[in-house]
């Protein structure tokens, strides 16, 4: 498979590996999945909705999220599988790495019908979060 954009270009191999020079494609969707990623930057406590998309469409995801701390440079790096029966989101978040202690927790909820992936910050300072997503549908 071969994507090309006005500027860049992704290459997928037919073994799914993946010769990546940059990708500004927004998402990409292969058979029954999406994959997608976004940024925010952000100064507070509250919680913070970082992504969303319909539970009706999909049954379960998949975040890679790394949070900047802009003021501190510090770095959180965290990995998270969701799954949902259209009430309750189930989650379980692995391979957290830090360099200076987890600068905030990844939280996921339904809200109107759509999946939210939440975000609330240790502190006020200026973070700035991003995430790559992997959709599949229900």
Do not use: P
């Not at 992704?10 to 590996?17: E, K, V």
């Not at 999909?58 to 790394?66: E, F, M, T």
């Amino acid at each position: 498979f071969f994507f090309s954009s006005r500027r860049r270009h992704t290459r997928l191999q037919g073994d799914w590996s993946s010769d990546v020079c940059s990708s500004d494609l927004g998402a990409v969707a292969i058979v029954d999945s999406q994959f997608s990623s976004g940024n925010t930057t952000f100064a507070t406590v509250s919680q913070t909705v970082l992504d969303s998309f319909s539970a009706s469409t999909y049954r379960s995801a998949k975040y890679l999220v790394q949070i900047t701390d802009n003021v501190s440079n510090y770095y959180h790096v965290t990995e998270l599988l969701l799954i949902w029966n259209g009430t309750t989101v189930q989650k379980v978040e692995y391979a957290v790495v830090t360099t200076a202690g987890e600068l905030g927790t990844v939280d996921s909820d339904i809200n109107t019908g759509n999946v939210r992936l939440l975000f609330t910050s240790t502190n006020a300072q200026s973070k700035t979060v991003k995430y790559q997503r992997t959709l599949i549908n229900a």
